[in-house]
């Protein structure tokens, strides 16, 4: 059974600031997105890994180990999220890939066993996706005031990798319209189950200028391999 992993490493990172797109950034000495690679290619469920790229960063891309060594191909992105994960599905379609874990290459934190807990999800359901419960209190605000509350009861903290049967996300991606958040949207507006897999609140999206230090504290804090 062939697992692909997709990582989307196209977007601007605008919300991070800094010299260069947060994926590309140092993380405890080593880019962002590398750190990202290595955890998938240290899986031993997933047997091909794709980087989707903005054009831009291409020749740093190619200056990745994985990537100069051929064990891991590129794929330009999109506009968009979804879109970039579109082109990379597209690019494995006709490839006998039969799952496909969709995972943002700004979650570098991610664990060996989400990856493998996300693997075996695939038999029981034809999509899974990893999330974390919402331990806070939600309002709604308005011009620096609380303007409503919103129950929490039932509402999930989205995470990735996002896994799919790839026949099925593919063609979900294909009837999709564009602009969807994540896959799992993606999967349910095409009439996909998708189970919820328990996430790890230590798999963080570097979003924002604080997320570097938090994830290198979380990443010095690691036991040593
Ligand atoms: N057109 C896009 C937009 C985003 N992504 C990727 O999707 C993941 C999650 O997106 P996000 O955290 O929003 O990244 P950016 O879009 O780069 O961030 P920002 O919104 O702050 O610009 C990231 O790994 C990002 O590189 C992508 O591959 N292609
Ligand atoms: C895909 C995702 O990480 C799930 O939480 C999230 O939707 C990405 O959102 P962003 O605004 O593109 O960072």
């Given at each position: 059974m062939t697992t692909a992993a997709i990582i989307v490493a196209?977007?601007?990172g605008t919300r991070a600031?800094?010299?260069?797109p947060k994926q590309w950034q140092l993380l405890a000495g080593q880019p962002v997105v590398a750190r990202t690679l290595a955890a998938f290619r240290a899986a031993p469920g997933v047997h091909r890994t794709l980087l989707v790229i903005h054009p831009d960063d291409r020749a740093r891309a190619e200056a990745l180990p994985d990537v100069a060594e051929g064990a891991v191909e590129l794929v330009e992105g999109g506009a968009s999220r979804d879109a970039s994960v579109r082109n990379a599905l597209e690019a494995l379609?006709?490839?006998?890939?039969?799952h496909v874990l969709i995972h943002d290459g700004a979650r570098p934190l991610v664990a060996q066993a989400l990856i493998a807990r996300m693997i075996e999800a695939l038999d029981a359901s034809p999509g899974a996706a990893p999330a974390v419960p919402v331990s806070d209190a939600l309002w709604r605000g308005e011009g620096g005031r609380v303007v409503g509350t919103q129950d929490?009861?039932?509402l999930f903290r989205a995470q990735t990798p996002q896994a799919f049967r790839f026949e099925a996300i593919l063609a979900a991606h294909r009837a999709h319209p564009g602009g969807a958040a994540d896959d799992v949207e993606v999967a349910r507006a095409a009439g996909l189950e998708v189970a919820i897999v328990e996430g790890c609140e230590?798999?963080?999206?570097?979003?924002?200028?604080g997320d570097f230090a938090r994830a290198e504290r979380l990443l010095t804090a690691r036991p040593a391999p």
């Amino acid at each position: 059974m062939t697992t692909a992993a997709i990582i989307v490493a196209a977007g601007r990172g605008t919300r991070a600031g800094g010299d260069l797109p947060k994926q590309w950034q140092l993380l405890a000495g080593q880019p962002v997105v590398a750190r990202t690679l290595a955890a998938f290619r240290a899986a031993p469920g997933v047997h091909r890994t794709l980087l989707v790229i903005h054009p831009d960063d291409r020749a740093r891309a190619e200056a990745l180990p994985d990537v100069a060594e051929g064990a891991v191909e590129l794929v330009e992105g999109g506009a968009s999220r979804d879109a970039s994960v579109r082109n990379a599905l597209e690019a494995l379609a006709g490839r006998g890939v039969k799952h496909v874990l969709i995972h943002d290459g700004a979650r570098p934190l991610v664990a060996q066993a989400l990856i493998a807990r996300m693997i075996e999800a695939l038999d029981a359901s034809p999509g899974a996706a990893p999330a974390v419960p919402v331990s806070d209190a939600l309002w709604r605000g308005e011009g620096g005031r609380v303007v409503g509350t919103q129950d929490r009861t039932g509402l999930f903290r989205a995470q990735t990798p996002q896994a799919f049967r790839f026949e099925a996300i593919l063609a979900a991606h294909r009837a999709h319209p564009g602009g969807a958040a994540d896959d799992v949207e993606v999967a349910r507006a095409a009439g996909l189950e998708v189970a919820i897999v328990e996430g790890c609140e230590d798999n963080l999206k570097v979003t924002y200028p604080g997320d570097f230090a938090r994830a290198e504290r979380l990443l010095t804090a690691r036991p040593a391999p």
